[in-house]
């Protein structure tokens, strides 16, 4: 175990400065528009602003990483694969739209956005830190069994796996970055690369083909499925729950909240209570390797087997839930489904494209996108989960092909577009950015500033 860092870093003071300055450009341009306005009122209005902001700030370097804290973000950014308010470029090549790429290594997690800072993990055990404007490195930490005690080197090595360990998406709040690898080992870091904590845990597991469940942070608690859903001190690293009954399987447990009620839904159907690992209910569905999602208090499990499920309205013993409906589809799915405004879009192996309503379970569209095959010789292999960027879906394979298409109009394609090589991992956006791993690069694809 390293030793734990407790020093917090600085919150610059640039937000603050900035929300001045737009306070001021407001006003400026209020008593432009309108002749009558009285012209010292908005001056002491603006003097206010200015004065409450500044008594917010906190002495510390003006730095752009540092961020708020916010909702947390992860696997899929909060983990429902929609970015509403994202509206990057559709169209892109190999040297086209490309802001830049940065050599990162090879890894199916998910680019996880925090302020000017991209975070992601690569084989076999490195945590990586780029720069958002520039594709820059800055930090990379390694995560090695003999670096933390002599028991984690000699047993930490029978939970790694041949398919790689670092398929686990990291996650934080906008002060901390968590991680977890399939070796069994949790480590907390600040923006700058600092360790707060670092463990290894001997917690069986129990899926054959490695670790592939990205934590889940809600409030100071992060839950990982190890094998046994564990709940740890987000601060510390210290076990606060096991719970040896809600087993793991490949996909992502999804939060929930009922009243003020933290709750978890695994994919093999167990509800855990947060405060205390309790299981409410279990089997109310199943998921292999893909994650269940959440619409309210409906909970939807799409695996070839499909089910939906209602939570009840109150946490209250006996926990009642509704079976909504229930169904089958064919194929081998590994991307997790995604829903949005009544339809739930999911995507098979195969790069079938399936549109499903949530009230009844029927089948609105099913086809077969034109993505080509990894190889000449094979099938295209969609293992990246389908993401929802403004209005517009994003569904990529493994050789580096993505298909953009309207949600308005689920039949038909914006654009097809293609890198060198492509990854299992899930892309991620922000603004009018959008960052997705391909072989061993991570790229940014944006609209180039003109020079």
């Not at 005690?149 to 901390?176: C, F, I, L, N």
């Not at 167990?270 to 569905?285: E, F, I, Q």
């Not at 389908?386 to 914006?414: K, W």
Request: charged share 20%; with cysteine.
């Amino acid at each position: 175990m390293t030793s734990t860092l407790n020093t917090r870093p600085p919150i610059g003071n640039c937000r603050v400065v900035e929300f001045v300055r737009r306070q001021i450009r407001t006003l400026t341009r209020s008593a432009t528009a309108n002749r009558k306005c009285q012209w010292h009122r908005c001056v002491v209005f603006g003097i206010v602003c200015a004065i409450c902001a500044l008594l917010l700030v906190r002495p510390g370097r003006c730095a752009t990483a540092n961020a708020e804290p916010t909702e947390s973000v992860g696997w899929r950014g909060d983990g429902s694969g929609r970015y509403p308010l994202a509206d990057p470029v559709t169209s892109w090549s190999a040297d086209r739209n490309i802001l830049w790429k940065t050599a990162v290594g090879k890894g199916n997690s998910t680019p996880v956005v925090v302020g000017s800072r991209v975070f992601l993990t690569s084989e076999p055990d490195v945590l990586i830190c780029v720069d958002a404007e520039s594709g820059r490195e800055l930090w990379r930490r390694v995560h090695r069994l003999e670096d933390i005690s002599p028991e984690a080197a000699s047993k930490g090595g029978r939970h790694g796996s041949q398919y790689g360990d670092a398929t686990p998406t990291v996650v934080s709040e906008g002060k901390w970055i968590w991680t977890f690898f399939g070796t069994g080992i949790v480590s907390c870091h600040d923006l700058n690369g600092e360790c707060r904590w670092k463990n290894w845990y001997d917690v069986r597991r129990t899926t054959v083909n490695g670790r592939t469940s990205s934590p889940v942070l809600i409030g100071n608690r992060l839950l990982v499925h190890f094998g046994s859903l564990v709940c740890l001190d987000s601060a510390t690293g210290k076990l606060v729950w096991e719970n040896q009954q809600a087993r793991a399987s490949y996909g992502t447990p999804v939060a929930v909240r009922i009243g003020d009620v933290d709750l978890v839904v695994t994919p093999k159907g167990d509800v855990v209570r947060v405060s205390d690992g309790k299981t409410l209910a279990s089997d109310l569905g199943t998921c292999t390797y893909t994650s269940p999602v959440v619409e309210g208090r409906n909970v939807y499990f799409l695996d070839g087997t499909m089910s939906a499920v209602q939570l009840p309205e109150t946490v209250e013993e006996p926990f009642e839930c509704k079976e909504l409906w229930a169904g089958e589809l064919e194929g081998e799915f590994f991307a997790s489904p995604l829903i949005k405004d009544g339809r739930i879009h999911l995507v098979d192996k195969a790069a079938k494209h399936y549109v499903i309503d949530s009230g009844s379970g029927k089948t609105i569209l099913s086809r077969v996108l034109e993505l080509p095959a990894a190889q000449p010789d094979s099938k295209a292999n969609v293992f990246s989960s389908p993401c929802l960027a403004g209005q517009r879906l994003f569904i990529s394979d493994d050789s580096g092909q993505t298909i953009v298409l309207e949600t308005a109009d689920e039949d038909a394609a914006i654009n097809k577009n293609a890198l060198p090589a492509g990854s299992g991992g899930t892309p991620t956006f922000s603004g009018k950015r959008m960052f997705i791993r391909g072989g061993e690069f991570l790229y940014c694809l944006t609209v180039p500033p003109k020079e």
